[in-house]
């Protein structure tokens, strides 16, 4: 999703049709979705079921959806309550943002909290935010919007030094600083 705001932000700073651009990434998807999942029919026909599986993604996934159709099952009802409580829950914290300039919470946050990444990158965000709340408290929000040039800067510089590390890595035939682990 983000992508494509950012080519619709790309096509309005150029005076770009938006209603064409629409119909080129609706294309895109279904022409990407087709392919991609011919790719992966034809190479499990051409290497086999077992030799393809690391190649074309998750095979388990097709055995699933085959239990489904053969042993269809009752709706799981508490999960489907647990998906519309988080859903409303992130409905309120989007209006409380909105209603609110010092609501702290953003609904991003929280869909991005469930992830695998946060694990890593927590004193980040815990330091980041303390910055933001000392910056706005003690020197205003001319202050943060400089500032926040910085830390995109810092932010650029760390993604430059891990992709450093990481083409190291290439041409050393080495491992070197794992930049992201997991």
Not at 33 to 59: C, K, N, Q, T
Not at 63 to 85: I, K
């Amino acid at each position: 999703m983000p992508h494509q705001l950012e080519g619709f932000k790309m096509a309005e700073r150029a005076n770009m049709n938006t209603k064409r651009l629409v119909f080129a990434i609706g294309a895109a998807l279904v022409i990407g979705s087709l392919a991609s999942w011919w790719a992966g029919v034809s190479e499990m026909y051409r290497l086999g079921h077992a030799r393809a599986a690391p190649f074309v993604g998750h095979i388990g996934q097709f055995n699933w959806v085959a239990g489904h159709f053969s042993n269809p099952v009752d709706p799981n009802r508490p999960a489907m309550a647990a998906m519309a409580g988080g859903m409303l829950f992130t409905f309120l914290l989007m209006l409380m943002r909105m209603k609110f300039m010092w609501w702290p919470f953003h609904p991003a946050g929280y869909a991005i909290s469930m992830t695998f990444g946060v694990e890593y990158f927590w004193s980040c965000l815990v330091i980041s935010s303390a910055l933001k709340l000392i910056i706005l408290k003690f020197a205003g929000m001319k202050a943060n919007r400089r500032a926040t040039k910085f830390f995109f800067g810092v932010i650029l510089g760390e993604y430059c030094v891990g992709a450093f590390w990481s083409a190291l890595s290439v041409i050393l035939q080495a491992r070197t600083y794992d930049f992201a682990p997991g």
